[in-house]
């Protein structure tokens, strides 16, 4: 009776199915995605995302088409539209320049246009506009939580109380939900009134009542005024209608955004170890138990209970641990922070274990799409990075995984990716390979990746 020889086998039969539109991003989140509960549905009679894309879309048309004309037209060194560039897009585009300057504040809002310094580039949300309707919900959220950026208060206000009224409207909208229909417009006051009195409390200040005196403005601005300001500002990024000034009511899309909003912050009250008040790395810990979207809600708010940078200080600390899911956590978390934490995540570009998750954070805030991000990597890096990943998923996720992970290699076969694993001196090789070995129902392919680990155990790779 015969055999072939493993190697020979291997290299016969187990051609690795190369998943490249996944990148290894893919399988980095793979480990984050068990969830703790069912996925919360959304209220009855809540539009499909298709349709509540489609009128995102229609919110954002003038924004789509003034950044596509920029992406091409304009001078690619500025973050501001010149007259002259406006004049042309209002020309090409058959807009006003009001309706064009109204258009890049919006683009710039819903991520159509990012900025890096001084230069606007085209986002690639903007890329993915007509073919991902995820991205274009996202963008519209974007634009719905900057309303009071769209609609800017009247300047004779005080900025103190534009604030209060900004940070009370979630109850005017949580209102707004629960009735699923049109409110009055005095019952929307009574609440706002309400609620600006309870913050002011809060700050144990002193309240100026209804008509409400605000001293630093000068002179007195009803709290109506506010309202009606707000409500207007909300209406112009598609999240309500108003009846002639007597009723307000959601939209669908407005009902959405606040129903998701409601949503992640349930779950974030119900995060396992308060993680918020926790450090970095207990933080991250807990968000491992969350679903992408939650997670970044609680990145958000445990960045924004600090200073931007010790928050990054902590989080990169935590990146250069021995726990290789924490390491991908925590650039997940520094991917909320964005630009300020720019210049002290490139400074680690230089230390080989946060190497390619530098460039592929790079990558992402300097506009590419997360799905071809990966490209930045040399094939040492991307190989670096699988069995980082892979470590990860062989600590804290199921064997299964770890299998699904193995799809997601840039190597051919097998005896190619064992090579050059081998060579790449990641310092959980062994393990992953033990790992891999333990998990695969394969007995040949098992054979090679035990021979494999054992090799690099005693150093003969």
């Not at 112009?236 to 000034?245: F, I, R, S, Y």
């Not at 809600?297 to 990146?319: F, G, P, Q």
Request: overall charge negative; hydrophobic content about 45%.
């Amino acid at each position: 009776m015969t055999s072939r020889k493993p190697d020979e086998q291997l290299a016969r039969n187990s051609r690795l199915r190369l998943v490249r539109p996944q990148s290894l991003a893919t399988a980095r989140r793979a480990v984050t995605t068990r969830r703790t509960r069912p996925a919360p549905r959304p209220p009855e009679g809540t539009p499909a995302p298709s349709e509540l894309a489609r009128q995102a879309r229609a919110v954002l048309a003038d924004a789509v088409r003034i950044a596509r004309w920029a992406a091409v037209e304009r001078d690619p060194s500025t973050t501001q539209l010149t007259e002259r560039a406006q004049q042309r897009a209002a020309t090409a585009l058959e807009l006003t320049p009001l309706q064009v300057r109204a258009g890049w504040d919006r683009a710039r809002l819903a991520g159509l246009v990012e900025l890096h310094g001084d230069t606007a580039r085209p986002g690639w949300r903007l890329r993915a506009w007509d073919r991902d309707d995820m991205a274009v919900l996202r963008g519209w959220v974007a634009l719905f939580d900057a309303w009071s950026l769209v609609h800017p208060a009247p300047d004779d206000v005080a900025p103190t109380a534009v604030a209060e009224v900004v940070e009370a409207v979630p109850q005017v909208l949580s209102l707004l939900q629960l009735s699923a229909g049109p409110v009055l417009v005095p019952l929307l006051l009574d609440l706002l009134q309400q609620r600006v009195a309870e913050l002011r409390e809060e700050r144990c200040e002193v309240p100026y009542g209804p008509q409400s005196d605000l001293p630093e403005a000068g002179q007195d601005i009803p709290v109506s005024a506010l309202l009606d300001w707000a409500l207007q500002g909300l209406s112009a990024v598609g999240a309500l209608t108003l009846d002639k000034g007597r009723s307000a009511t959601l939209t669908p899309l407005g009902n959405w955004a606040v129903w998701v909003k409601l949503e992640q912050i349930c779950v974030a009250a119900q995060s396992p170890a308060g993680n918020i008040e926790q450090s970095a790395e207990d933080m991250l810990r807990g968000c491992a138990r969350l679903t992408p979207g939650p997670a970044r809600a609680e990145y958000r708010a445990w960045l924004a209970a600090r200073t931007v940078s010790s928050a990054v200080t902590e989080l990169l600390a935590v990146a250069r641990g021995e726990d290789a899911l924490l390491r991908g956590l925590a650039f997940e978390a520094l991917r909320v922070v964005g630009a300020p934490a720019e210049a002290e995540v490139r400074a680690a570009a230089d230390e080989s274990s946060l190497r390619p998750y530098v460039l592929l954070w790079l990558a992402e805030y300097e506009g590419a799409d997360p799905e071809d991000a990966a490209d930045v990597l040399t094939r040492e890096e991307a190989t670096w990075l699988w069995v980082d990943t892979a470590a990860a998923v062989a600590d804290h996720g199921e064997p299964q995984l770890l299998l699904r992970h193995l799809d997601s290699a840039v190597q051919g076969t097998v005896p190619a990716l064992l090579e050059e694993v081998r060579a790449g001196g990641h310092p959980r090789t062994v393990q992953v390979l033990v790992a891999l070995a333990a998990a695969h129902p394969d007995p040949a392919l098992a054979k090679a990746v035990r021979r494999a680990a054992f090799q690099v155990h005693t150093g003969d790779a």
